[in-house]
């Protein structure tokens, strides 16, 4: 799964179809969740409390309808926070 969340939200940038948004909301809610689950004891509470709010963010169940320039914002942000976070996790697994 490595950085591929993350370049899922950079490609949710660009203009794509609604379909892409409605699978991309299920694999950053599932990726997300794995991570948790599989990081909760090495995670501090900030990193556990920041992927959270990233979850509720994209999941697919109750789904925020805001504009697009917002989900821009918040794809690029998120994404930028996923690549650095599993970066970090592939160093420290390589230390």
């Given at each position: 799964?490595?950085?591929?969340?993350?370049?899922l939200?950079?490609?949710?940038?660009?203009?794509?179809?609604?379909?892409?948004?409605?699978?991309?909301?299920?694999?950053?809610?599932?990726?997300?969740?794995?991570?948790?689950?599989?990081?909760w004891?090495?995670?501090?509470?900030?990193?556990?409390?920041?992927?959270?709010?990233?979850?509720?963010?994209?999941?697919?169940?109750?789904?925020?309808?805001?504009?697009?320039?917002?989900w821009?914002?918040?794809?690029?942000?998120?994404?930028?926070?996923?690549?650095?976070?599993?970066?970090?996790?592939?160093?420290?697994?390589?230390?």
């Amino acid at each position: 799964m490595n950085r591929l969340l993350a370049a899922l939200l950079f490609i949710a940038i660009l203009p794509m179809p609604y379909s892409y948004y409605l699978y991309l909301r299920i694999a950053i809610m599932l990726g997300v969740i794995y991570l948790l689950v599989s990081d909760w004891k090495i995670n501090d509470d900030k990193t556990k409390g920041i992927l959270i709010v990233i979850g509720v963010l994209f999941n697919p169940f109750a789904p925020l309808h805001i504009t697009k320039w917002v989900w821009i914002i918040i794809d690029f942000i998120a994404g930028m926070y996923l690549w650095t976070y599993l970066h970090a996790k592939t160093i420290n697994k390589q230390s």
